[in-house]
């Protein structure tokens, strides 16, 4: 092989490194660069859209990655099934609280996106974050709702309407 080309090979070569490096260095900084909010909200409208527990992966930590790789192949989609089935719809985030690695999301549903299908509903959520090799991952959501029948009780439980 001639000096010239392989010079110009090799000049190629290192110019495609450089440039995959930097592709691979502006994603990590991108991930690493999220707030727990922004890393909430793409988990969020990916789990929305997601066919298979696979789809979200990337989003959540370690810890229950190893849960869903532990749970048998053929539960799997059962248990993605519960999970899709009780995710609430659109999200307003309430709060944020980083302490170091760790970050709390207080949320309510937003019903100025997604109406109440019983209007005596009312609920709020609570998501922890991790921050795992740089980048904030979903550790645990969990969701709380309360609906109510009826309006308030008595101020004198024992009090019998009066006859007329």
Not at 31 to 46: C, D, G, I, L, W
Not at 72 to 92: C, D, I, Q, S
Request: charged content about 25%.
């Amino acid at each position: 092989m001639n000096r010239n080309r392989f010079l110009k090979e090799l000049s190629t070569a290192l110019f495609l490194s450089a440039v995959g490096m930097g592709f691979h260095s502006s994603a990590a900084f991108a991930a690493e660069s999220q707030t727990p909010k922004e890393t909430y909200n793409k988990y969020h409208a990916a789990m929305l859209a997601a066919n298979k527990i696979e789809d979200v992966q990337q989003y959540l930590c370690k810890r229950v990655n190893k849960e869903i790789n532990d749970t048998p192949g053929m539960m799997r989609p059962m248990m993605f099934g519960f999970l899709k089935a009780v995710m609430t719809g659109p999200v307003k985030i309430e709060s944020e609280k980083v302490d170091g690695d760790s970050a709390t999301l207080n949320l309510l549903p937003d019903y100025s996106k997604a109406p109440k299908a019983d209007p005596n509903e009312t609920g709020t959520g609570t998501v922890t974050l991790i921050k795992e090799d740089g980048s904030w991952k979903i550790d645990k959501e969990k969701w709380d709702f309360k609906s109510q029948i009826g309006g308030d009780a008595p101020a004198d439980k024992g009090a019998q309407p009066k006859a007329q």
